[in-house]
């Protein structure tokens, strides 16, 4: 069936054993793990955790997160890592790429299915001319992915939200118009989407057609609402700012109708982990008011789910 979860990201001062231990005692099957690179912590909000260190694994490390959450009764649902891997500075997109590379093989040795991350955009370039950058890094990747036995899952978020991500922000993958560009590019079926319903609500588009679209290609799903405020769209314009007009919120207090999204994922069998990621502001004063907004999102959602 459906296995709830959480995204490890809003966990940030959390040990990996504390976030385990979390996860287990209230009620949730599994954990998407943050996986950013130790010790080079990115600005960004939810971004730069990092639960499990990729580069200092050693086989009684991996060994230990195995037993340890196999001890819990819970399972890690995938490894998550969201950089800008098509970074028009090509160091810095390297760095991206070849952290992949290393969570992928991480991944496979710890026998967790999915890495989830972006593929990345240069932000003042074409749809265009990043596809044809696609299409010279991400075969490589998704191959040793392939060989590894891991899936790729991609975050269609087009991480356009504050003015430096202006005007293509940092992720091509953002449509089903240019999913299908990705995905006749690289066939593999190996690549497939991190689905979270939330960025195509505030694009105006329907949430629930890539379900039924895209059924072989959903390889974990994420669980955000989103609040689109008319009065300000009306000012605004869709081609402001996007925060000027719609804000993150937990699942039941934005206009995603959730039992029709649940609904759809029932109609195609999806069998597989739909993780809460939390990223409304109005709950991050404190540990205790994170807690409860992990709870919150967890109580609205169960009345959907077979428990």
């Given at each position: 069936m459906l296995d709830l979860g959480i995204v490890s990201a809003i966990l940030a001062d959390n040990t990996f054993e504390q976030a385990i231990d979390?996860?287990?005692?209230?009620?949730?099957?599994?954990?998407?793990?943050?996986?950013?690179p130790a010790g080079n912590a990115d600005a960004r909000r939810y971004a730069g955790v990092t639960h499990i260190d990729v580069e200092s694994l050693t086989p009684e490390k991996i060994a230990y997160i195995k037993e340890y959450v196999a001890s819990k009764g819970i399972y890690i649902s995938g490894l998550g890592?969201?950089?800008?891997?098509?970074?028009?500075?090509?160091?810095?997109?390297?760095?991206?790429?070849?952290h992949i590379k290393k969570i992928i093989l991480a991944a496979a040795q710890l026998g967790v299915p999915v890495v989830n991350t972006f593929i990345g955009r240069d932000i003042s370039k074409s749809v265009a001319y990043n596809l044809?950058?696609?299409?010279?890094?991400?075969?490589?990747?998704?191959?040793?992915?392939?060989?590894?036995?891991?899936?790729?899952?991609?975050?269609?978020?087009?991480?356009?939200?504050?003015d430096d991500e202006w005007p293509g922000g940092k992720n091509l993958a953002t449509t089903p118009a240019i999913w299908d560009k990705m995905f006749n590019i690289i066939p593999s079926e190996t690549l497939g989407l991190n689905y979270d319903p939330s960025h195509l609500l505030w694009q105006q588009m329907d949430y629930c057609r890539p379900i039924y679209d895209y059924t072989e290609r959903l390889h974990h799903i994420h669980l955000k609402d989103a609040k689109v405020y008319k009065e300000k769209l009306d000012r605004v314009g869709i081609m402001a700012n996007p925060l000027e007009y719609h804000s993150p919120k937990l699942p039941g207090l934005g206009d995603i109708n959730w039992g029709k999204f649940i609904s759809a994922l029932n109609d195609v069998r999806y069998r597989g982990p739909i993780v809460i990621e939390v990223e409304d502001k109005a709950y991050e004063g404190s540990s205790t008011d994170i807690e409860?907004?992990?709870?919150?999102?967890?109580?609205?959602?169960k009345q959907f789910l077979p428990y």
């Open positions: 979390f996860v287990a005692a209230n009620g949730f099957k599994c954990i998407e793990i943050m996986c950013w890592y969201y950089p800008n891997p098509l970074d028009a500075n090509e160091t810095q997109a390297k760095f991206f790429q070849d044809d950058k696609y299409k010279e890094v991400w075969p490589e990747i998704v191959k040793l992915a392939e060989d590894n036995g891991v899936k790729i899952g991609i975050e269609n978020c087009p991480m356009f939200f504050t409860k907004a992990i709870l919150t999102a967890r109580n609205y959602l």
